[in-house]
Protein backbone atom coordinates (compact mmCIF):
# COMPACT_ATOMS: atom_id res chain seq x y z
CA UNK A 1 0.00 0.00 0.00
CA UNK A 2 1.40 3.76 -0.49
CA UNK A 3 0.58 6.61 1.00
CA UNK A 4 1.55 10.47 0.14
CA UNK A 5 1.96 12.21 3.05
CA UNK A 6 1.70 16.17 3.05
CA UNK A 7 2.00 18.80 5.22
CA UNK A 8 2.64 22.61 5.75
CA UNK A 9 -0.93 24.22 4.35
CA UNK A 10 -2.64 26.77 6.51
CA UNK A 11 -3.23 30.63 6.56
CA UNK A 12 -1.02 33.22 5.16
CA UNK A 13 -1.67 37.00 4.05
CA UNK A 14 -0.90 37.90 0.72
CA UNK A 15 2.33 38.28 -0.30
CA UNK A 16 3.59 35.86 2.61
CA UNK A 17 5.26 32.47 1.81
CA UNK A 18 4.23 28.46 2.91
CA UNK A 19 6.12 25.64 1.85
CA UNK A 20 4.27 22.17 0.95
CA UNK A 21 5.97 19.14 1.85
CA UNK A 22 5.24 15.73 0.81
CA UNK A 23 6.53 12.06 1.02
CA UNK A 24 5.76 8.85 -0.50
CA UNK A 25 5.88 5.44 1.61
CA UNK A 26 5.06 2.05 1.29
CA UNK A 27 6.12 -1.09 -0.87
CA UNK A 28 7.42 1.31 -3.57
CA UNK A 29 9.73 -0.22 -6.19
CA UNK A 30 10.28 3.35 -8.39
CA UNK A 31 9.12 6.56 -8.21
CA UNK A 32 8.52 8.38 -11.52
CA UNK A 33 6.84 12.12 -11.87
CA UNK A 34 6.08 14.02 -8.67
CA UNK A 35 4.17 17.51 -7.91
CA UNK A 36 1.32 19.47 -7.11
CA UNK A 37 -2.09 19.70 -8.40
CA UNK A 38 -4.74 21.87 -6.73
CA UNK A 39 -8.06 22.61 -6.77
CA UNK A 40 -10.39 26.02 -5.86
CA UNK A 41 -13.72 25.88 -4.56
CA UNK A 42 -16.37 25.35 -7.86
CA UNK A 43 -13.60 24.88 -10.30
CA UNK A 44 -11.18 21.81 -11.60
CA UNK A 45 -8.39 20.54 -9.98
CA UNK A 46 -5.30 22.09 -12.10
CA UNK A 47 -1.60 21.67 -12.44
CA UNK A 48 0.49 23.60 -10.51
CA UNK A 49 4.20 21.68 -10.53
CA UNK A 50 5.59 18.73 -11.26
CA UNK A 51 9.11 17.64 -11.37
CA UNK A 52 10.78 14.87 -13.20
CA UNK A 53 13.36 12.35 -11.57
CA UNK A 54 16.21 14.19 -13.27
CA UNK A 55 14.75 17.61 -12.34
CA UNK A 56 12.94 18.43 -15.12
CA UNK A 57 10.00 21.02 -13.96
CA UNK A 58 7.15 22.44 -15.09
CA UNK A 59 5.30 25.03 -13.88
CA UNK A 60 1.06 26.42 -14.73
CA UNK A 61 1.78 29.81 -16.25
CA UNK A 62 0.08 31.69 -13.21
CA UNK A 63 3.35 30.70 -10.68
CA UNK A 64 5.79 30.91 -12.35
CA UNK A 65 8.43 33.04 -10.56
CA UNK A 66 6.64 32.27 -7.35
CA UNK A 67 6.42 29.18 -6.71
CA UNK A 68 9.62 26.43 -6.71
CA UNK A 69 8.99 22.54 -6.75
CA UNK A 70 12.14 20.25 -5.62
CA UNK A 71 12.07 16.30 -4.92
CA UNK A 72 14.81 14.60 -3.02
CA UNK A 73 14.77 11.04 -4.77
CA UNK A 74 16.46 8.98 -2.18
CA UNK A 75 13.52 10.18 -0.14
CA UNK A 76 11.02 9.99 -2.21
CA UNK A 77 9.78 13.50 -1.13
CA UNK A 78 8.74 16.31 -3.05
CA UNK A 79 8.37 20.46 -1.97
CA UNK A 80 6.88 22.84 -3.16
CA UNK A 81 7.96 26.60 -1.80
CA UNK A 82 5.22 29.29 -2.35
CA UNK A 83 6.46 32.78 -2.18
CA UNK A 84 4.40 35.86 -3.32
CA UNK A 85 1.31 33.75 -2.23
CA UNK A 86 -1.94 35.69 -4.15
CA UNK A 87 -5.33 35.36 -2.93
CA UNK A 88 -6.27 33.49 -6.36
CA UNK A 89 -3.88 30.75 -4.69
CA UNK A 90 -6.08 29.61 -1.88
CA UNK A 91 -7.33 26.91 -2.96
CA UNK A 92 -7.12 22.56 -1.61
CA UNK A 93 -3.45 21.31 -2.55
CA UNK A 94 -2.90 17.61 -3.61
CA UNK A 95 0.37 15.81 -3.86
CA UNK A 96 0.68 13.90 -6.93
CA UNK A 97 3.37 10.85 -7.77
CA UNK A 98 3.37 8.29 -10.54
CA UNK A 99 4.61 5.08 -9.07
CA UNK A 100 5.50 1.67 -9.75
CA UNK A 101 5.04 -0.84 -6.82
CA UNK A 102 7.40 -3.56 -8.52
CA UNK A 103 9.34 -4.32 -11.33
CA UNK A 104 6.88 -5.98 -13.25
CA UNK A 105 3.66 -3.73 -12.92
CA UNK A 106 2.45 -0.75 -14.55
CA UNK A 107 2.69 2.90 -13.12
CA UNK A 108 -0.22 4.44 -11.54
CA UNK A 109 -1.00 7.89 -10.06
CA UNK A 110 -0.98 8.46 -6.72
CA UNK A 111 -2.82 11.17 -5.09
CA UNK A 112 -2.15 12.76 -1.45
CA UNK A 113 -5.58 13.49 0.91
CA UNK A 114 -4.91 17.42 -0.24
CA UNK A 115 -4.26 20.12 2.40
CA UNK A 116 -5.80 23.72 2.48
CA UNK A 117 -3.74 26.56 1.62
CA UNK A 118 -5.77 30.51 2.31
CA UNK A 119 -4.33 33.18 1.34
CA UNK A 120 -5.42 36.58 2.51
CA UNK A 121 -6.07 40.12 0.65
Known amino acids: QVQLVESGGGLVQAGGSLRLSCAAS????????MGWYRQAPGKQRELVAV???????TYADSVKGRFTISRDNDKNTVVLQMNSLKPEDTAVYYC???????????????WGQGTQVTVSS
Open 96 to 110: YADIKLRAYVRRRDY
Open 26 to 33: GSIFSVYL
Open 51 to 57: ITVDGST
